[in-house]
């Protein structure tokens, strides 16, 4: 018996381009306000969160990879135009039939623009401001930390946040938690100046921190000794080699090389390790800072963002890196940690090395050499 193939009828256009789009050159904003917006610094960085000669270098670094060729039919939207376009969507969390509205341009196409131009950022920028961490850059992670948040041999704080996406096709529930929202997962890892050093996107929003970062790459590599890792260092002149750790809270599990808070029971009569926590809690919030200023800066972050999940993951990694390329050019504190979700605590069976690395650090903290004048005050 023959097969019979049937095929889908395709839909003809009615226009090739809207008639409202035909005028994009005459009234889209682009063209109307951003003109403007040049000749007003401050205004300028409101718009696109950045200054001109930031949009300028980023513009350099990707302009080849994003510009369009010159057909007989049409001249395309320039490179600088898809750039403002994406940042644009970025900075506001608009949806894509609004920004297309507001500069004249197809809905259609306003989505592709985004998509392009978001993946080619992240190809172009991930290792100018976010390389693999070599042992130097680690002792520098730990020297900063140090330095600014009195905390040694740390190599940065982690922690994970839950970005919010509508209900993703055919997903069941793997995206949606506790909170009764769809989310994927950003965990990251961050250092002493609130930069990315590495992140991990797209687990299923319904898995808790700590399974997040078992799974991951960087969850790997520090399990596994592969991640380039400094030697032991003492904590003071003379004292005994401390390993180099990273520092959560209590969603992540007590491991040789990640130090959490002591459980309250822990603390109620124990004011060394109560000191501890002040401590670890104190250097940790970089990381809640550095989401903070993320958010804040990019308010795709407070919206549910209308794509699917593989697609969420490269707005995500996008703006990590620009968070990243920012920050280079700032020194301030800025981000002010918006209102996170409260993860609860997973119970592991933390090892007897991991304990006792804790409590190392706990009777360093409260040694003389170790302690803050201010602390317990």
């Known amino acids: 018996m023959p097969y019979i193939v049937l095929q889908k009828k395709k839909v003809k256009r009615s226009v090739w381009v809207h008639d409202i789009n035909v005028k994009r050159l005459e009234y889209g904003e682009f063209h109307t306000l951003y003109p403007d917006l040049q000749k007003d610094d401050k205004r300028y960085k409101m718009y696109l969160r950045m200054n001109e000669n930031q949009f300028d270098f980023l513009l350099n670094l990707i302009e080849n990879d994003i510009e369009k060729q010159m057909t007989q039919f049409r001249k395309p939207i320039s490179a600088k135009e898809r ?80 970005v919010m996406l509508f209900c993703p096709n055919n997903a069941g529930t793997s995206f949606y938690n506790y909170k009764g929202r769809h989310f994927v997962v950003l965990l990251a890892l961050v250092d002493a100046n609130y930069k990315f050093i590495a992140v991990d996107v797209g687990a299923f929003g319904r898995n808790s921190d700590g399974g997040v970062f078992a799974e991951s790459k960087l969850g790997t590599s520090l ?7 400094p030697a032991d260092t003492p904590l003071e002149n003379g004292g005994e080699p401390m390993p180099h750790v990273i520092i959560g809270d ?23 390790k109560k000191n501890f926590n002040y401590r670890l809690s104190r250097a940790r919030r970089t990381v809640e800072n550095a989401f903070g200023i993320l958010s804040a800066r990019w308010r795709i972050f407070h919206t549910d963002i209308e794509v699917q999940p593989e697609i969420v993951d490269n707005i995500i990694l996008c703006c990590c890196c620009l968070h990243n390329m920012l920050r280079n050019d700032e020194d301030d504190n800025t981000g002010v940690p918006d209102n996170f979700i409260a993860f609860e605590g997973i119970r592991n069976n933390s090892t007897r090395a991991a304990c006792v690395i804790r409590d190392k650090f706990c009777d360093y903290f409260s040694s003389e050499n170790g302690s803050l004048p201010w602390e317990n005050q």
């Open 83 to 162: 750039l403002v376009v994406t940042l644009r969507f970025l900075a506001t969390g608009e949806s894509f039939r609004s920004l297309g509205f507001r500069y004249r341009i197809g809905f259609s196409t306003i989505k592709a623009i985004v998509l392009d131009v978001t993946i080619v950022i992240w190809k172009n920028l991930k290792d100018i401001f976010m390389p693999k961490p070599t042992k130097e850059k680690w002792k520098q992670i730990a020297k900063t930390y140090s330095d600014k948040w009195q905390f040694p041999n740390c190599v940065g704080s982690l922690d994970g946040k839950h």
């Open 250 to 272: 209590q969603a992540f599990p007590l491991k040789p090389y990640l130090m959490r808070l002591y459980s309250k029971e822990a603390v109620s009569n124990n004011a060394n």
């Open 223 to 229: 399990a596994t000794n592969t991640a380039d890792i």
